[in-house]
């Protein structure tokens, strides 16, 4: 009931919105237009000022807009008409909308025009009401901004706007950002005992406008209060800054771990399930990648993901199951012909797609919902990195449910664990088996997904990820995903912990050298497979 | 002339030893002897592409004895082809002296483009002829020494053993890509001007390079067959077919492999040696896994566990490949890998079991 009730709520919350701008402001309209008019007749700057000041009165959505447009000279009179427009380019035939209601008006030679022309006061001036108008304005991030902007460029002429926001302001980051704005303004003040609490104050901000003129204060203030108070406020920037230094290098230690994963899990289950050693597993995610660049070529880019997954799993799926069909099942308790076999797959994959796609490396394109950044916390991470985080745990969950739940997943169990006894029981060991390898290869294609969106799409692609899955299927002990997991991110942490101090392909090649060491210490890896298996 | 009870009873390789005697002498005559425009004539190049051969073919050799007879697959024999390579490789390249681009008296060139200023200590010494050629045994040798001791103390076997020494090759490529290394970075070791004094462009320094190279495929080949036919040669027979059974027997496994697998080592080391100076070039890509895997193949193709096979598999595969990536590129890598595929599912004893089979049954 409660979900039912909200939803409705919602519905009708969005259709206010939509509907907001038309109901209110029609009756706005026709009123901006009037004042537009106006400076048309305007004699001087002075009464454009006036005019200017109402204008920002003016309670409509596109006051910012008509604003800037102005600062910029962009705005225009239709010589034949009575229409305000603002230019949107700068050429002779320049593309034109409507200044109120912002419809597209197509292009206008220059000539047809009248520029509502600025002076200097007057771009200053409504420089300060935009900003004003943002700290203003109802939407939290448009507020941040304006302070941000400030921050940027502090002008003293803006000081009474923000301390005049900072009473009534709802949001608590914004109010702290607004205290450390004036903060700002104060350590430029000439009273040395204004500095002192302000350069206090600005300890622990990570912002260069921020930190920048912090450390200009500890280096050559005049007063050594001053100097001290910037020099103690500093330190707690600094710690600050290296804790989230660290917070950044264990997220790229995560989302590289993530990647391990995808690309080992899949081999977690064909060679640590089934003991099947599948050296094309590389050139399956190459496959999936790939088919992600088809889909593509299909359909619009921010559709094409949810599409790729699944197809990309049925296409390795299939590969994968023609692959153990044709070649492994001849080859079954023989694993160095398996491997020797299977490497050949792997040439034979990576020329096709040489032959058929050109040597040379595809594009694959990222979805605008997974580009940009995103902040979590003080953190501002990148967007699709996130995305694979999340990916790989929902891959991580749905094998390991279709291991431990469902009918296929117990006949794969048993199988593993004495194919004899499951025989006798029933269990069609062969279909089971192909079963299997399809259900790894199709994950390696899954991965491969996810991989189109970080590295190049290339017939390379595979070799350069099959030494590091052996390692981390190897690493957290056969036969065990929960193994794989905790391998595939410790591996992908100590590498990026590792990276700042020696460099990224030292720092590959560290890890390799543990790894070659722990396995001569535990051969059997982080978590060895206990019972009759084990044995075999 | 008597020969020992143990190479008589081999006829593939006294066959092999002939064929290895014959090209020795019949292809410097051809080369040296036979004027330029006659049809006989073999050109300096294909002399060269023979010597090359034969080096791949003590490589194949040294992995079969690991393989064939001790069980080992290890996909990381490339490494200590390449480890030798790189070791003769620094001794050719302090050969060049003053001759080099930048005409530094004791730096390569690539050291002088970096702007170092002096030697790094590992290069002392390779300016020697003997040096260097101990080099190119001990430092292979040393590394399988070391991480075959490991490997083997801790019973890491079967496909994990092969998955780490994939590792160690590609840990190695890796590391000799970086220029810090001092082992010239992505270009590797090149501009070679002579051995010894002999210049490496005339024919007469490749004729000699081709016959030390067929010499020392056949030092290998009867280095090996020897070994399998002592008492130790039953032993890794005996490790490969049940390891267990032969440490419950009291023999020390991990020592007879630890040994072997450094022989080995040497041994590839060597035809690394040989091959450098032959095709003039030793850079990182030797150390990619895909380079120690061909490798395997030739001796799957060939026949594993019986040396002659070996060479015979590295000659007809390297031929192939010859041929194949000059006349038809895009099909190379779809016939490597059909042979692969084709060799483990219906050739297991490979080109020689085929013989021996048919003879069986004549």
Not at chain 1, 343 to 355: D, K
């Amino acid at each position: 009931m409660v979900s039912r009730t909200s939803f409705r709520a919602g519905l009708a919350g969005l259709a206010l919105m939509l509907l907001a701008p038309l109901v209110v402001h029609a009756a706005d309209d026709s009123a901006l237009r009037s004042l537009l008019m106006q400076f048309r007749e305007a004699a001087d700057f002075t009464e454009k000022t006036a005019l200017v000041e109402k204008l920002a009165a003016q309670d409509h959505p596109r006051t910012a807009i008509l604003l800037k447009a102005l600062a910029d000279s962009r705005l225009y009179y239709q010589a034949d008409g009575d229409r305000v427009v603002i230019g949107l380019n700068d050429a002779p035939e320049m593309t034109i909308e409507d200044a109120v209601s912002g419809e597209a008006l197509g292009q206008t030679g220059k000539r047809e025009l009248d520029r509502v022309t600025a002076n200097n006061r007057l771009r200053a001036m409504i420089e300060n009401l935009l900003a004003s108008l943002g700290l203003a304005s109802a939407d939290p991030k448009q507020r941040r901004a304006a302070v941000e902007s400030f921050l940027r460029n502090p002008d003293p002429a803006g000081v009474e706007r923000l301390k005049a926001r900072q009473g009534v302001e709802p949001d608590k980051k914004i109010q702290e950002l607004l205290t450390a704005a004036l903060a700002l303004v104060d350590l430029a003040s000439e009273d040395a005992t204004v500095r002192a609490p302000a350069a206090t104050a600005l300890g622990g901000w990570t912002q260069p406008e921020i930190r920048g003129p912090l450390l200009r204060a500890a280096a050559d203030d005049s007063d050594p209060a001053v100097r001290e108070a910037a020099k103690i406020a500093l330190t707690k920037t600094e710690f600050r800054l290296q804790m989230l230094g660290w917070a950044e290098t264990l997220f790229f230690g995560l989302s590289l771990g993530s990647v391990l994963i995808l690309a080992a899990i899949g081999l977690a289950v064909t060679f640590g399930v089934m003991g099947v050693i599948n050296m094309a597993h590389g050139e399956l995610m190459m496959l999936g990648a790939y088919t992600t660049w088809l889909v593509q070529q299909w359909l619009p880019v921010n559709w094409s993901l949810p599409v790729a997954v699944p197809l990309a799993f049925l296409v390795t799926a299939l590969v994968g199951i023609a692959i153990e069909r044709g070649i492994i099942r001849f080859l079954y308790g023989r694993p160095l012909e398996t491997l020797l076999a299977t490497f050949g797959v792997s040439l034979i994959l990576q020329q096709a797609v040489r032959s058929i796609f050109s040597p040379l490396n595809r594009s694959v394109a990222t979805p605008d919902w997974m580009s940009g950044t995103i902040l979590l916390g003080p953190l501002e991470v990148t967007l699709n990195r996130l995305v694979i985080v999340g990916f790989c745990i929902a891959v991580f969950a749905l094998l390991w449910l279709v291991l431990q739940r469902t009918r296929l997943g117990l006949e794969v169990r048993a199988v593993a664990q004495n194919r004899a006894m499951a025989r006798a029981m029933g269990v069609r060991s062969a279909r089971v088996d192909a079963l299997t390898f399809g259900l790894g290869s199709g994950i390696a294609g899954v991965a491969g997904v996810a991989l189109s969106q970080l590295t190049n799409v290339g017939p390379n692609l595979g070799q350069n990820y099959i030494v590091d899955s052996f390692m981390v299927v190897v690493f957290g002990g056969v036969g065990n995903l929960w193994g794989t997991l905790v391998a595939g991110l410790s591996l992908g942490v100590a590498n990026k912990l590792l990276e700042p101090w020696s460099g990224a392909v030292l720092a590959k090649i560290l890890v390799l050298v543990f790894l070659i060491l722990f396995i001569q210490k535990r051969p059997r890896g982080l978590f060895p497979q206990r019972g009759r298996a084990a044995e075999v | 002339m008597v020969l020992p009870r143990w190479l008589l009873a081999d006829r593939a390789g006294l066959v092999l030893l002939a064929v290895l005697a014959v090209i020795s002498i019949g292809i410097p005559v051809l080369n040296l002897l036979v004027p330029p425009d006659h049809p006989l004539h073999l050109t300096a190049y294909t002399v060269t592409v023979l010597g090359k051969y034969l080096c791949y073919a003590l490589l194949a050799v040294a992995i079969d004895l690991v393989w064939g007879y001790m069980g080992i697959l290890s996909l990381g024999h490339a490494a200590f082809f390449a480890l030798g390579g790189y070791c003769f490789g620094m001794y050719l390249m302090r050969q060049i002296g003053t001759r080099g681009v930048y005409g530094d008296p004791v730096l390569p060139d690539f050291m002088v483009f970096l702007n170092w200023q002096e030697l790094p200590w590992y290069w002392h010494g390779f300016d020697l002829f003997w040096f260097a050629a101990l080099m190119v045994l001990v430092v292979p040798g040393l590394l399988a020494f070391v991480f075959g001791w490991f490997a083997f103390r801790s019973r890491v076997s079967g496909v994990y053993l092969s998955i780490i020494t994939q590792a160690l090759t590609y840990a190695l490529m890796l590391a000799f890509f970086r220029n810090e290394m001092g082992f010239g970075g992505n270009n590797g070791l090149t501009d070679f001007k002579d051995v010894l004094g002999f210049s490496l462009q005339a024919n007469e320094t490749r004729i000699v390079l081709f016959v030390l190279s067929a010499l020392a495929l056949a030092g290998g080949y009867l280095l090996c067959r020897w070994l399998v036919s002592t008492r130790l040669g039953r032993v890794l027979v005996a490790i490969r077919d049940s390891e267990d059974r032969a440490r419950f027997l009291g023999y020390r496994v991990e020592r007879v492999k630890a040994l072997v697998f450094t022989l080995s080592a040497m041994l590839a080391g060597v035809a690394g040696a040989l091959y450098v100076p032959q095709v003039g070039i030793i850079n990182p890509g030797e150390f990619a896994p895909l380079n120690s895997i061909e490798a395997v193949i030739w001796v799957a193709v060939g026949g594993r566990g019986t040396l002659v096979g070996a060479v015979v598999g590295a000659v007809l595969v390297n031929y192939a490949k010859t041929w194949l990536t000059g006349a038809l590129p895009e099909i190379w890598l779809f016939a490597l890998g059909g042979l692969f595929v084709a060799v483990t599912l219906l050739l297991p004893r490979g080109l020689i079991g085929l013989l021996r089979r048919r003879e069986a049954t004549t």
